[in-house]
T-cell receptor, first 114, second 113 residues
Framework: AQSVTQLGSHVSVSEGALVLLRCNYS??????LFWYVQYPNQGLQLLLK??????LVKGINGFEAEFKKSETSFHLTKPSAHMSDAAEYFC????????????FGSGTRLQVQP | DVKVTQSSRYLVKRTGEKVFLECVQD?????MFWYRQDPGLGLRLIYF???????EKGDIPEGYSVSREKKERFSLILESASTNQTSMYLC????????????FGPGTRLTVT
């Protein structure tokens, strides 16, 4: 069975500080990994994804994530937080076996303090 | 750009009513999904469909059914709405193949009173 764990349901940072949102997955086969963002009263928007190849993936709005197979992690980072980054972030995994849908983590709400 | 639309942004229904949530995508995607989103639980898969008239249960199908008569449209049906089905419902679609992201609609916030 696949699962996704996001550590920290709420993260608060100051504007300009580093953003680090953690995601770990469990899978016995290579996964495809995704980060989505949800702004208030909106659907989910793709930030970035890892399928194959380079393990450091760059996404929109200055976010990036690194796939670390040995740690089964796919943490999301941004060097300098902006007020507009305040949102909920979801990590998701897709396995090319059986289940054909993304499995999501429980989400992390990011607050950015001025 | 892929566009996924949902019939209502907000919906209020009474316990016992039959509720239809409609989702339409404009990119000819084979795969379509219904999730519900609850605080602290993330998104949980209710049903998905990989072709017209084909459907598979997700993690929490109880109390729900789905219909896919046309490729672009995927409907979620609450046969007899209950208060524990008050939630945000998100529809998504995805093209066939590996490693593709799912495209989400704006969501329907359903309140059952």
């Amino acid at each position: 069975a696949q699962s996704v764990t996001q550590l920290g349901s709420h993260v608060s940072v100051s504007e300009g500080a580093l953003v680090l949102l953690r995601c770990n997955y469990s899978s016995s086969v290579p996964p495809y990994l995704f980060w989505y963002v949800q702004y208030p009263n909106q659907g989910l928007q793709l930030l970035l994804k890892y399928t194959t190849g380079a393990t450091l993936v760059k996404g929109i709005n200055g976010f990036e994530a690194e796939f670390k197979k040995s740690e089964t992690s796919f943490h999301l980072t941004k060097p300098s937080a902006h007020m507009s980054d305040a949102a909920e972030y979801f990590c998701a995994v897709f396995l090319d076996t059986g289940r054909r849908a993304l499995t999501f983590g429980s989400g992390t709400r990011l607050q950015v303090q001025p | 750009d892929v566009k996924v639309t949902q019939s209502s942004r907000y919906l209020v229904k009474r316990t016992g009513e039959k509720v239809f949530l409609e989702c339409v995508q404009d990119m000819d995607h084979e795969n379509m999904f219904w999730y519900r989103q609850d605080p602290g639980l993330g998104l949980r898969l209710i049903y998905f469909s990989y072709d017209v008239k084909m459907k598979e249960k997700g993690d929490i199908p109880e109390g729900y059914s789905v219909s896919r008569e046309k490729k672009e449209r995927f409907s979620l049906i609450l046969e007899s709405a209950s208060t524990n089905q008050t939630s945000m419902y998100l529809c998504a679609s995805r093209p066939p193949g590996q490693g593709y992201e799912q495209y989400f609609g704006p969501g329907t916030r359903l309140t059952v009173t």
